[in-house]
């Protein structure tokens, strides 16, 4: 039999052609223009609590984080970002709502960009020329952020609603505004709960503009559906070559959305592969308890630095055939396990000893491991 090699399944041959957009930068972090598709979140502490964000930040950048964004709804928050900006391992961009002269305090406290919304900030129109040269001088980027819930006032009155063109025309106005004062380092993101209206609205977004788009679905909902929501909505737009960041809007914890956002990614081809867990669903075959086991496992292999497909099976029906198709794999029965390494049975071992059994024969592994490679799939 052909031995399987570490890592597999290999990413797709072609990954999908991208939109072909102007490049901005976050920090040192490149957005669009090809570059690879970056995975954000935001943190949920009080960011005046200068030493509890720069945890969070450390958490969300282990699980794979590129770019992290801060609510900045206070004066207290606005004082605390040079601190913050200081030590955070990766870029920051600062939300703003409301306050503008926040903006100004994030820029000069060294922020990677600035997030505002134009649906939210009092006389923002007013404020642009301003902002841009503050931002120009200093290389900050801008996101333009339309969500659904604080959508101008005007527009709703004009759409009736936040439709995908309501969404689209708030965010094309504002980017005008920047441009007629030169500056054009913006990336924009429109946003809405329901899936579809977020692939309508960021489909007119792409072909109406050149600018690097950030894919959401906001308020998503709880882990789950939240999941399959901005999965269903990111899969479409990112088979179409749309979008450039993305975060995953789910009720939970920051490094959740995280993880999230990286699975999808590379489900997708367009993020190397790390663990992929595959196992049964359970039937009345079963002759152990599957859903423990493959919890154990995965929990067991989070942060394993190399990438693996384990396969964790209950029965003798698929379980053989799945276990040697991955790099590693168990097909349980009778309280035993057999170990697969590279498609051969290596061993078989108590049902208790398991985990510890797959753990070992990963290590064994990872000296023949080859460094994964970026892909960001071709640019149109």
Known sequence: MTA?????????????????????????????????????????T?????????????????????????????QDDADALPAITAKSPIPVIADIHFQPRYVFQAIDA???????????IKKFDDKVGEIAKAAGAAGVAIRIGVNAGSLDPRLLAKYGSATPGALVESALWEAS????????????????HDPLTVI?????????????????????????????????????????????????????????????GNHILSSLGLRPRKLEIVSCPGCGRLQVDIHRLAGQVEAAFDGFPHPLRVAVMGCVVNGPGESREADLGVSCGNGKGQIFVRGQVVRTV????????????????????????EPVGETA
């Not at 060294?110 to 939210?120: E, H, K, L, S, T």
């Not at 950030?214 to 749309?242: C, N, P």
């Open 4 to 44: 399987i090699g570490l890592g597999l399944p290999a990413l797709p041959a072609q990954t999908p052609v991208r939109r072909r957009t102007r490049q901005i930068h976050v920090g040192d972090v490149p957005v669009g223009g090809g570059a690879p598709i970056s995975v954000q979140t935001m943190t949920t």
């Open 200 to 260: 309508a609205a960021n489909r007119l977004l792409a072909d109406a503009c050149d600018y690097p788009l950030h894919l959401g679905v906001t308020e998503a909902g709880t882990a789950m559906q939240g999941a399959i929501k901005s999965a269903a909505a990111f899969a479409i737009l990112l088979a179409e070559g749309i979008g450039d960041t993305i975060r995953v809007s789910i009720s939970d914890h920051p490094v959740q959305q995280v993880k999230a």
């Open 46 to 74: 009080l960011t005046a609590d200068v030493d509890a964000t720069l945890r969070q930040i450390a958490e969300v950048t282990a699980a794979g984080c590129d770019i992290i964004r801060i609510a900045v709804p206070s």
């Open 177 to 192: 505004l920047f441009e007629e004062h030169g500056f054009t380092d913006l990336k924009i993101a429109v946003k809405h």
């Open 350 to 373: 108590p049902e208790s000893h398991v985990v510890e059994a797959l753990l070992d024969e990963a290590l064994r592994l990872t000296d023949e491991a080859p460094a994964p490679t």
């Open 110 to 120: 060294g922020c990677a960009g600035v997030r505002v919304n134009p649906g939210n």
